[in-house]
């Protein structure tokens, strides 16, 4: 009889990520897809994301022998119902739970059940992890009401800041960043020209989408531009607040950090993790790299209580 099967779902608004491991973390299978969440993207054309992503991940294996899974999801009932028919679908018959996707970052970081989790991609949440279950959360709150320091808050400052450069000269390389990308090298007959063009540009697509622009402060940031490290540093004080709202400050267990913006060494990361260092001296701070690894790695533990951390991991099948 062949040896059992899990899958782990990390699935987003950008994309959804799939692999199929053994007990002892060994891949199989990986597959990907474009964002699955829902509320993002509509019931139907999140199901056909994530539904690609595990054909690839299943492709020429037995469903029959896949006996957990654990999909990382944001989001609660009517998410989950949206996707429920993925499963037999695919031949899915085992339990399929869906868990917070901050639960299934902390667990692609470390192997600890509790500690503290802070994810800066296109959003930002930090929470408090407990027996591997989400406790206290501070922010997460949408691009509309916060998701502070995050790549929206910074796209969105960005574009502010070249808005406020055109108008009052503070002086701020993201002008012609922004422009460029915005409207290319289009000539303006006036500076309200300019701006109306920019504004028009700027709010074309859903506001969210203003986080493409993240990567140019971090670009300027590195730079030495002043007002991209004014930036940096205002929205790692962001990060570092929403850390510390679900953080005593004599606590040493893990931190995990997560997200596009932390996962990668950029100036926001790095002070990030300094200033984390200065808080709290006595706590690993780590990465979480790979959240449907560590969704794969909670399905396992359902099975099997000693199931290897995927960072225990080598080599794969």
């Not at 060994?26 to 992503?53: D, E, K, S």
């Not at 399929?96 to 639960?103: N, S």
């Not at 667990?107 to 503290?116: E, I, K, L, R, V």
């Not at 303006?188 to 969210?208: D, E, K, M, N, Y």
């Amino acid at each position: 009889m062949s040896d059992p099967l899990v899958i782990g779902l990390d699935v987003g608004g950008t994309s959804s990520r799939v692999v199929v491991t053994d007990l002892n973390g060994v891949r199989f299978g990986t597959g990907r897809g474009g964002g699955g969440n829902p509320v993002a993207h509509g019931a139907q054309a999140a199901a056909a994301a994530v539904g690609a992503a595990l054909d690839a991940a299943l492709a020429g294996i037995d469903p029959g022998r896949v006996r957990a899974a654990v999909i990382g999801l944001a989001g609660g009932s009517m998410e989950r119902r949206a996707l429920d028919q993925v499963w037999p679908d695919h031949g899915i018959t085992c339990p399929v739970r869906q868990i917070g996707d901050a639960v299934v970052a902390f667990a692609a970081g470390t192997a600890s059940p509790d500690g503290t989790v802070l994810i800066a991609g296109t959003g930002a949440i930090a929470g408090q992890i407990t027996a591997r279950r989400l406790g206290l959360i501070s922010d997460g709150h949408g691009w509309l009401l916060g998701d502070r320091g995050s790549g929206f808050w910074l796209g969105l400052h960005a574009v502010r800041a070249a808005l406020a450069d055109i108008e009052e000269g503070i002086g701020t390389s993201l002008t012609a960043m922004i422009r460029d990308r915005l409207v290319g090298q289009s000539v303006f007959a006036t500076r309200r020209g300019l701006v109306s063009a920019l504004i028009t540009a700027a709010h074309t697509g859903p506001p969210v989408t203003l986080s493409r622009f993240a990567p140019l402060v971090l670009e300027a940031a590195t730079a030495g531009d002043p007002v991209a490290k004014n930036l940096i540093a205002e929205a790692a004080g962001h990060l570092l607040r929403s850390t510390a709202a679900v953080r005593g400050p004599e606590e040493t267990s893990p931190i995990v950090l997560a997200g596009s913006l932390l996962t990668v060494s950029t100036p926001l990361a790095r002070r990030v993790r300094e200033e984390m260092g200065a808080r709290w001296p006595g706590a690993e701070v780590a990465s979480a790299l790979d959240g449907a690894a560590g969704a794969a790695w909670l399905a396992a533990l359902s099975l099997d209580p000693g199931a290897p951390h995927p960072a225990a991991v080598v080599g794969g099948g």
